[in-house]
């Protein structure tokens, strides 16, 4: 979806630290290389771990498979440690939240209906009750925003709007001491973007 390139100004914006891009990149470059090396680049011989000639065609295709795999998520990481991207932006006019890189581009101050304060199920909450607290972005029109991310990941958000008020959910432990502030901010923009 193309968004107009109106005049916007960042009020915040929040990045992933380097060292996660860098520790998700060594390891991947490492296993391709290997796999890489066992496969296609090992000299033959009776010592050899994995006799290449002795891996039929479709061992070889999933091996290939794997590698070209290891060489793309590579790039990606790559890409992120070197330009880090943010994946949280607040403008004047709206935001933009990437979770997980995917971004549905900018969600206007217009668009959002209410921030609702929740508790849901968490993977990532650490022992105990497994629950986190989060800010739900409740949209007037959530389907509309759904329908903007690969056609692939809409079942996944159709399932959190189905669990939660809201396919948007903002963590208070993702944003850490930051959250109150960032949430007084977005709540001012909603109440002036109501008054116009």
């Given amino acids: ?10 009020i915040y914006q929040r990045h992933v ?15 391709t290389a290997t796999m890489f090396w066992l496969v296609f680049l090992q000299p033959p011989g009776d010592d050899a771990l994995i006799r290449a000639e002795e891996i039929d065609p479709t061992g070889r295709f ?17 890409y992120r440690l070197l330009r ?7 403008y004047d006019t709206g935001f933009e939240y990437s979770p997980g ?7 206007r101050w217009s668009e959002v209906a209410e921030l609702r304060d929740e508790t849901v199920l968490q993977g ?3 022992p105990g009750s497994g629950r986190g607290a989060v800010t739900a972005v409740v949209l007037h029109s959530p389907e509309e925003y759904i329908a903007r991310f690969p056609a692939a990941l809409e079942p996944l958000f159709r399932a959190r709007l ?10 208070k432990a993702e944003f850490g001491r930051d959250h109150d502030t960032l949430l007084a901010i977005m709540r001012e923009q909603v109440a002036k973007a109501r008054q116009r």
């Fill in 1 to 10: 979806m193309l968004q107009s390139h109106e005049p916007r100004t960042v």
């Fill in 17 to 31: 630290p380097r060292w996660v891009h860098l520790a998700c990149l060594v390891p991947t470059i490492g296993l």
């Fill in 62 to 78: 999933i091996f290939g498979f794997f590698v070209l795999a290891g060489f793309f998520l590579s790039g990606v990481f790559a």
């Fill in 84 to 90: 880090n991207p943010p994946y949280f932006i607040l």
């Fill in 101 to 107: 890189g995917v971004s549905t581009g900018l969600i």
């Fill in 124 to 126: 990532d909450s650490g």
């Fill in 162 to 171: 189905a669990m939660n008020s809201s396919p948007i959910l903002i963590s």
